[in-house]
């Protein structure tokens, strides 16, 4: 098992990743507070894991599980209300402690209902999915979708731990793992161009589940994340360069429904569309752009957007991203390969020509 601590003075958390994590009570009995345990999960998940964390728990609390539809799709205030609901039924106190059991959606919400809960209660990410493990459950950022915007609804709440057990990603999905990865391949291209070289390297093995190359991806990308949250814990500067591509992925996931494009899909696309911009603008070289592109199709990631949205949907909907500052739509753009900025001041020419261009491709390679 190998540790990462997201250091933020009295409220920092360890990351623990390894093989068989869920099984280690110790790890849970260090960052529950207080006798009352509140499991939530999902349909999907529940039959896999939730008797064996029980188990795990043992008979040291009073246990109690939220079991949640599973989808994007749900998630909203009233499937929060549900988790909250629970709580009151189940009669739990200010020392109760919420274990979200889970991928991206469950952690989210979990994660917020924990920050809102009797005004706050102590929470633990058990990510299930490459995507939380690498991306949502470290950070603090937790919330719920609106009909008009992602995670428009939410709060930055720290957890006391991230349990990450590598063995739960041998029932993921292939299309989950590669929407995963589309985090993964983020990070390198941010802020570690040797992570991206290897994730080259490597990402056979890692879509083939190699328990070794996808520990060293897991743990590279939390280290990344934990020392960006560490220095910009709610996202006033620096922290916002870990949405490369998530403004133009936001929009997507909005527009076309949320579930129907899973979150690594979009970000998938938008990325491609952040650096096709990038590129526009002098930064990147060609080589760079395809580079990317190679990276992302040896995933199985998308690499276009849907043929089906216009230049004006996406304006759209980017203009109601949280990242939008005086009216500018401001945008994770890159310097170079590794070297991630935010701004506004991007060529608007440039920036819907790339949108068009993109659209156009897409409705080419669409099926007659």
């Known amino acids: 098992m190998r540790t990462l601590t997201v250091d933020l003075g009295d409220r920092s958390y360890p990351i623990y990743i390894g093989s068989g994590t869920r099984q280690q009570k110790a790890l849970f009995d260090k960052a529950i507070q207080g006798k009352q345990v509140m499991i939530v999960t999902n349909v999907t998940l529940a039959p896999l894991y939730l008797d064996e964390l029980i188990a795990t728990l043992g008979d040291s609390y009073q246990i109690d599980t939220c079991i949640l539809p599973d989808g994007e799709q749900y998630k909203t205030l009233d499937t929060y209300q549900q988790i909250m609901t629970t709580l009151l039924e189940k009669k739990h106190n200010r020392s109760t402690s919420i274990i979200a059991l889970g991928g991206g959606v469950v952690g989210d919400m979990a994660g917020f209902a924990a920050a809102t809960y009797q005004r706050g209660v102590a929470f633990i990410q058990v990510p299930t999915t490459l995507l939380s493990q690498v991306d949502s459950s470290v950070g603090g950022k937790t919330g719920v979708n609106h009909p008009l915007g992602k995670n428009m609804i939410g709060a930055f709440y720290q957890p006391q731990a991230v349990i990450i057990d590598i063995d739960s990603l041998k029932s993921l999905p292939e299309r989950e793992l590669s929407a995963g990865m589309a985090e993964v391949i983020k990070y390198g291209l941010i802020a570690d161009v040797d992570f991206l070289s290897w994730l ?22 939390c280290q990344i994340k934990a020392e960006v949250v560490a220095q910009d814990e709610k996202e006033g500067g620096i922290r916002a360069i870990l949405n490369l591509g998530h403004t133009y992925g936001h929009a997507i996931e909005t527009e076309m429904g949320y579930g129907n494009w899973l979150h690594g899909e979009a970000v998938a696309a938008g990325t491609m569309l952040a650096l096709d911009l990038s590129t526009r603008m002098g930064n990147l070289s060609e080589a760079d752009l395809q580079r990317s592109l190679n990276l992302f199709k040896s995933a199985k990631l998308p690499i276009q957007p849907p043929s089906t949205m216009t230049v004006e949907q996406f304006i759209a909907r980017m203009s109601l991203d949280k990242k939008v500052l005086d009216g500018d739509i401001r945008l994770v753009l890159l310097n170079q390969l590794g070297q991630a900025i935010v701004s506004s001041d991007f060529p608007r020419q440039l920036f819907e020509n790339g949108l068009y261009d993109a659209l156009e491709s897409a409705m080419k390679k669409q099926p007659a």
């Open 200 to 221: 080259e390297t490597n990402m056979t093995a890692l879509m083939q589940l190699s328990t070794s190359e996808l520990s060293d991806a897991i743990y590279r990308s």
